[in-house]
T-cell receptor
Framework: AQKVTQAQTEISVVEKEDVTLDCVYETRDTTYYLFWYKQPPSGELVFLIRRNSFDEQNEISGRYSWNFQKSTSSFNFTITASQVVDSAVYFCALSEIYNQGGKLIFGQGTELSVKP | DTGVSQDPRHKITKRGQNVTFRCDPISEHNRLYWYRQTLGQGPEFLTYFQNEAQLEKSRLLSDRFSAERPKGSFSTLEIQRTEQGDSAMYLC?????????????FGPGTRLTVT
């Protein structure tokens, strides 16, 4: 069965701290995509990154970095030098390739609060 | 192109009434998805269209729910005989499967409150 678990419900940090959001997934498929989305207070989900299961190379985009480890079924997201504007709910999601529709299976989300 | 749009943004209705939501995807996107998000939870898949064909429906989509995408462009989601449990945010997303498969772009959502 496919499942995404984000064990951290809420995280609170002070501006400029680094923070890591955890994501663990379960899938029976060997080929799949993983995603991170950001949902700010306005409510609209914003796409951040997509990785496929064959590419375990870590990725960095500005202050954001992602660590994909297939051996532990984890796809963690780190924000370096956090800012108040990073405050949002972050969702990790999975899409299995055999499912040609590409539906996303989301975790419960982690609410990040960055205080000045 | 301004992205995925949804209308209305908010809807308050009384139990037992019917409601209809509209989603306009990004213009060249051939896939369209509906999700439901309740407070404190991640979005849950409801259904998806490839062009005008509805190809998958979740078990969450009871008989009271129906979705259409008549010309492969905009889509509507109708809920008949609403119940308080239908109160949620209804999200629409679209994607283009040719170049960047499964990369879905979401609209702002329609928040439904059933009283």
């Amino acid at each position: 069965a496919q499942k995404v678990t984000q064990a951290q419900t809420e995280i609170s940090v002070v501006e400029k701290e680094d923070v890591t959001l955890d994501c663990v997934y379960e899938t029976r498929d060997t080929t799949y995509y993983l995603f991170w989305y950001k949902q700010p207070p306005s409510g609209e989900l914003v796409f951040l990154i997509r990785r496929n299961s064959f590419d375990e190379q870590n990725e960095i985009s500005g202050r954001y970095s992602w660590n994909f480890q297939k051996s532990t079924s984890s796809f963690n997201f780190t924000i370096t030098a956090s800012q108040v504007v990073d405050s949002a709910v972050y969702f990790c999601a999975l899409s299995e390739i055999y499912n040609q529709g590409g539906k996303l299976i989301f975790g419960q989300g982690t609410e990040l609060s960055v205080k000045p | 192109d301004t992205g995925v749009s949804q209308d209305p943004r908010h809807k308050i209705t009384k139990r037992g009434q019917n409601v209809t939501f509209r989603c306009d995807p990004i213009s060249e996107h051939n896939r369209l998805y509906w999700y439901r998000q309740t407070l404190g939870q991640g979005p849950e898949f409801l259904t998806y269209f490839q062009n005008e064909a509805q190809l998958e429906k979740s078990r969450l989509l009871s008989d009271r729910f129906s979705a259409e995408r008549p010309k492969g462009s905009f889509s509507t989601l109708e809920i008949q005989r609403t119940e308080q449990g239908d109160s949620a945010m209804y999200l629409c997303a679209s994607s283009l499967d040719r170049d960047r498969p499964y990369e879905q772009y979401f609209g702002p959502g329609t928040r439904l409150t059933v009283t």
